[in-house]
């Protein structure tokens, strides 16, 4: 099957149901090994002289059509799943970096990567130069001889920042490091970086693409377009010692680092996905195209309606003409701005705190993405960890309220919302 338009791709790619018995829905492989057919086919398969299945932590059926979705929908040559967002961007980076190697990343970033790149990652000798993502000069003033990756979110959570990825993709070009694009918050149905020159596009599956708030989930999609043989990844072009002395580069082109990820990421740190949480993904990313259209819409009306009201002090949605980012807006994400939204109340952070605990609807908790509305005030939880200066970064103010828009009926939303404000 040629496929090509993103509702199609979200429904059949990856699926062959010849292979799986004529069955219409992916079914769900749960088994953590495969039975060889004999010792040579066994040697075979793990001298990669044959492409089949040995442990469930390398590759599962299940698993392996999520994977080929997900590389459809954004436009890659492959893609490998996670256990979570987090376990991608840390098994990436890792499979990726050696000790001595930089990264320029933006400083509008998901608290807990911020926190891995700022803390973690430093301590095993990968350091990262923090960035204002809005000044694609500032990429190459940060660039070092050790540089290796540059790292971004194409839509900041929870700063909302738009960023001109193709002003950064020029940037990396020129550095000739990969250009590497946390895609989370707008999703494949609203934004494909890869199109805009991104080499490698991250997702946390938790979010719109499982959709429901019910499985935690990251993947890593690969554009295949990056030269790892411009002489600053060795471990693409000399013999790898992990593995038999495979040269990536030459052995596999293009799926280099998609191999490498399988052969090497998930081999030694083992954050595999379940295959039932695939499986829940997958019921999710059938109909991403569809939510994701409400989504925005719902948040695009709230944050309307917000701007009106006499409590709210500002209102930042990149689909508002108030917003600094719009005009990026609406080159890189013109069918839709996706659900989040931030504000702030004129009373600040006490009276955040107290708008918080009083909306029904919205439920107080650190996820975004769900069907459901959500809400949370960072300052004094998903950020609590930065200080006010990396906060500041992050786009974080002490009065901000991020709200994840779900699926209601936006008229109930607003009731929610006008109720909490009369609790003030
Ligand atoms: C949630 C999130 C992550 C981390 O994903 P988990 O699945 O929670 O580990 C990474 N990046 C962004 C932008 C996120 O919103």
């Not at 338009?5 to 088994?31: K, S």
């Not at 400083?107 to 000798?125: A, E, I, K």
């Not at 895609?183 to 429901?212: F, R």
């Not at 790898?240 to 990820?261: D, I, N, P």
């Amino acid at each position: 099957m040629d496929i090509q338009r993103l509702e199609t791709a979200a429904l059949h790619a990856g699926h062959d149901v010849t292979n799986t018995q004529g069955t219409r829905a992916v079914p769900i492989y749960q088994t953590s090994s495969y039975v060889f057919n004999n010792t040579e086919h066994a040697a075979n398969l793990f001298g990669l002289k044959e492409l089949g299945f040995i442990y469930t932590r390398l590759n599962n059926p299940t698993n392996q059509i999520l994977q080929e979705r997900l590389a459809a929908v954004e436009g890659g040559v492959g893609a490998v799943v996670f256990a979570s967002g987090t376990a991608a961007i840390a098994t990436g980076l890792m499979t990726l970096l050696r000790a001595g190697d930089h990264i320029v990343a933006s400083s509008s970033l998901y608290g807990g990567t911020f926190t891995l790149l700022n803390v973690t990652l430093p301590r095993l000798g990968i350091t990262t130069t923090f960035v204002d993502a809005s000044n694609p000069e500032e990429f190459k003033a940060a660039v070092q001889d050790n540089t290796r990756a540059f790292f971004v979110e194409s839509l900041g959570n929870p700063k909302l920042d738009v960023l001109d990825l193709e002003a950064i993709a020029e940037q990396a070009k020129a550095a000739e490091v990969p250009f590497i694009v946390d895609n989370t918050v707008a999703s494949p149905a609203l934004l494909n970086p890869i199109k805009h020159g991104a080499n490698l596009v991250i997702h946390s599956l938790t979010k719109y693409i499982g959709g429901q708030g019910n499985s935690l989930g990251g993947a890593i999609v690969d554009a295949g377009t990056f030269n790892w043989a411009n002489g600053k990844f060795p471990e693409f072009t000399e013999p790898s010692a992990g593995y038999h002395g495979l040269v990536y580069h030459e052995a596999l082109g293009a799926a280099a680092f998609t191999f490498k990820l399988i052969l090497e990421g998930l081999r030694d740190f083992g954050g595999a996905l379940s295959p039932t949480n695939a499986f829940n993904i997958i019921q999710g990313l059938e109909t991403l195209p569809v939510r994701i259209k409400q989504h925005s819409a719902n948040a695009l009306e709230l944050a309307t309606w917000l701007e009106a009201r006499d409590e709210v002090a500002w209102v930042n949605y990149p689909g508002l003409e108030s917003s600094k980012y719009h005009e990026l807006a609406k080159k890189y994400l013109p069918n839709g701005q996706s659900g989040l939204l931030t504000f702030g109340l004129k009373g600040g952070f006490e009276a955040a705190k107290k708008f918080t605990d009083a909306t029904k609807i919205f439920s107080l908790l650190a996820n975004i993405g769900d069907t459901k509305s959500l809400i949370i005030h960072p300052a004094s939880t998903t950020h609590q960890q930065l200080s006010v200066e990396d906060q500041a970064g992050a786009g974080v103010t002490q009065d901000l309220i991020r709200l994840s828009v779900g699926l209601e009926n936006v008229e109930d939303l607003k009731t929610d919302i006008t109720n909490a404000f009369s609790a003030l």
